[in-house]
């Protein structure tokens, strides 16, 4: 079946400019999260959708980022107002249900470059 | 979590086991060990976890110690494609979904 997906693949914005990511999670997957990877780093965890439960946002860094979840399945992650430090690779994973740690499922990320 | 210490490195050569080590010394009763692989330029995946028996799947063996604070991922046959970051990670499986990953261990399998 299909994996994960993200659009774009890549993108490249000028600073001070609004991006929008678009994640696809696997069909059926309740659980769906955003991460990030900056050049060389680890992985940085931002945001987390449960079924219909509040998000966990513990993890976006600043008031420009925010992310919804549309009827379930596909989930957008926009950054506002895009500074040079969001530079980074945007992965988003999903997985069949909460506390299935071994099946979260990554998607192929989408390379963001802020100039 | 506990933290976990891996080799910066290690070569292996196609064909043959890779035996990557992870040392997690303040792993905690209910902390599952995970392992974790990034091909350049792809997401993450999924490899492997265990709690204190050894497991298997189709992709690699996880030898975990008695005294639980070190573990072993092998790749029986490694490939070229198995060429990647290998991540080894501890996690309460039951309340902690957010992954983080350290530096890993940057696995080069040569032909």
């Known amino acids: 079946g299909a994996g994960v997906s993200q659009s774009p693949s890549n993108k490249v914005t000028e600073k001070g400019k609004d991006v929008e990511l678009r994640c696809d999670p696997i069909s059926g997957h309740t659980a769906l999260y955003w991460y990030r990877q900056s050049l060389g780093q680890g992985l940085e965890f931002l945001i987390y959708f449960q079924g219909n439960s509040a998000p966990d946002k513990s993890g976006l860094p600043s008031d420009r980022f925010s992310a919804e979840r549309t009827g379930g399945s596909v989930s957008t992650l926009t950054i506002q107002r895009t500074q040079q430090e969001d530079s980074a690779v945007y992965l988003c994973?999903?997985?069949?249900?909460?506390?299935?740690?071994?099946?979260?499922?990554f998607g192929p990320g989408t390379r963001l470059t802020v100039t | 979590d506990a933290k976990t210490t891996q080799p910066p490195s290690m070569d292996c050569a196609e064909g043959r086991a890779a035996n990557l080590p992870c040392n997690h010394s303040t792993i905690s009763g209910n902390e599952y060990v995970y392992w974790y692989r990034q091909i350049h330029s792809q997401g993450p995946q999924y490899i492997i976890h265990?709690?204190?028996n050894n497991e298997t799947n189709e992709m690699a063996s996880l030898i975990i110690t008695e005294d639980r604070k070190s573990s072993t991922l092998i790749l029986p046959h490694a490939t070229l494609r198995d060429t990647a970051v290998y991540y080894c990670i501890v996690r309460d499986r039951s309340n902690d979904y957010k992954l983080s990953f350290g530096a890993g261990t940057t696995v080069t399998v040569r032909a």
């Open positions: 994973a999903s997985s069949l249900e909460q506390g299935r740690m071994d099946e979260q499922y």
């Open positions: 265990g709690l204190k």
